[in-house]
T-cell receptor, first 117, second 111 residues
Framework: GAVVSQHPSWVICKSGTSVKIECRSLDFQATTMFWYRQFPKQSLMLMATSNEGSKATYEQGVEKDKFLINHASLTLSTLTVTSAHPEDSSFYIC?????????????FGDGTRLSIL | LAKTTQPISMDSYEGQEVNITCSHNNIATNDYITWYQQFPSQGPRFIIQGYKTKVTNEVASLFIPADRKSSTLSLPRVSLSDTAVYYCLVGAFNQGGKLIFGQGTELSVKP
């Protein structure tokens, strides 16, 4: 079945640094990928839609300059948290769907736990 | 995007059948209904998807009435490992597949 891989699975860094998270579709192509954030005991919150070869579409309230998204190929999207602060600590999850198959559900990565000290 | 409403939590015992109902009164003609399972510190895992009537796979069944304003996920003979949060989502693929998560149902299976 469709597999979505995220890297790294866990990262700890100092406040003020930038962190890049990768999302890869391993056995299918995805023109669109999605980035979510999840705080403890809460549901997933959609942050942005990543579009291959064009700018990402951000949800209301999500700072585009803070969360940089690049979707340079049909199998890779990256999320960079710039100048990270403790309040950015969260669980970040990406998803993608196989564009070649109609009515395919989204498949999710296993998430990246980001801890900012 | 259709809003979904599910029970916040449910309790069950091993070996029982569990039915989780989701309301989506504003579902659109092109929307599909998809259910996901999430364990702590993991991404959601696809369980089942349907458009109307009944869908069954190796892990669950999905019942959708004719008006499609609700759906019921049925888990046969649950085990302790089925303890997780279950999300019901509706969305159309011609809208890029964008999904908005509701609060989900926290299922606790006891021995």
């Amino acid at each position: 079945g469709a597999v979505v891989s995220q890297h790294p699975s866990w990262v700890i860094c100092k406040s003020g640094t930038s962190v890049k998270i990768e999302c890869r579709s391993l056995d299918f192509q995805a023109t669109t990928m999605f980035w979510y954030r999840q705080f403890p005991k809460q549901s997933l919150m959609l942050m942005a839609t990543s579009n291959e070869g064009s700018k990402a579409t951000y949800e209301q309230g999500v700072e585009k300059d803070k969360f940089l998204i690049n979707h340079a190929s049909l199998t890779l999207s990256t999320l960079t948290v710039t100048s990270a602060h403790p309040e950015d600590s969260s669980f970040y999850i990406c998803s993608a769907r196989d564009i070649r198959v109609s009515n395919q559900p989204q498949h999710f990565g296993d998430g990246t736990r980001l801890s900012i000290l | 995007l259709a809003k979904t409403t599910q029970p916040i939590s449910m309790d069950s015992y091993e070996g029982q059948e569990v039915n989780i109902t989701c309301s989506h009164n504003n579902i659109a003609t092109n929307d599909y209904i998809t259910w996901y399972q999430q364990f702590p510190s993991q991404g959601p895992r696809f369980i089942i998807q349907g458009y109307k009537t009944k869908v069954t796979n190796e892990v669950a069944s999905l019942f959708i009435p004719a008006d499609r304003k609700s759906s019921t996920l049925s888990l046969p003979r649950v085990s302790l490992s089925d303890t997780a949060v279950y999300y019901c989502l509706v969305g159309a693929f011609n809208q890029g597949g964008k999904l908005i998560f509701g609060q989900g149902t926290e299922l606790s299976v006891k021995p």
